[in-house]
C-alpha cells in the first residue's frame, strides 16, 4: 500500500487551520489514519523522526493534537496526546467531534 500523498493531506489540513475551517481537524484524522495503515501489524518499533519519510505521520499527529487541544482544552489534547503515544493494541477508538 502505498502512502496516498499524505504531504498534501497535511498541508490542506493546515490551511484549513490557518483560515479556521471547522474541517481542518477531520481532515488531519483521515490523513493520520491512513498513515496508521501503513504500520505492519503487531510493529512495536518506534516511529523515528530521522526517517524523513516519518516526519509527515509525526506532523499529522502534532497538527491532530494542536486542532484538539484548541478544539477541547488541555484535557482533551492531553487525552489525544496519550493516546497517540499508547502501543495499537491499547489505543482507544477516537472521536474527531
Not at 500523498?5 to 475551517?21: I, K
Not at 490523513?31 to 516511529?47: C, H, M, N, Y
Request: charge should be neutral; proline fraction near 6%; hydrophobic fraction near 35%.
Amino acid at each position: 500500500m502505498q502512502p496516498g500523498f499524505l504531504e498534501a493531506r497535511l498541508a490542506l489540513a493546515s490551511m484549513q487551520r490557518e483560515s479556521d475551517e471547522p474541517e481542518a481537524l477531520a481532515t488531519a484524522t483521515a490523513a493520520l489514519k491512513q498513515a496508521e495503515t501503513l504500520i505492519p501489524k503487531g510493529f512495536k518499533g518506534r516511529i523515528l523522526w530521522g526517517h524523513l519519510g516519518n516526519r509527515f505521520c509525526h506532523c499529522l499527529m502534532w497538527l491532530q493534537l494542536e486542532l484538539q487541544y484548541e478544539r477541547g482544552g488541555q484535557r482533551r489534547g492531553s487525552q489525544v496526546g496519550a493516546q497517540s503515544a499508547a502501543p495499537e493494541s491499547e489505543r482507544q477508538p477516537t472521536n474527531p467531534d
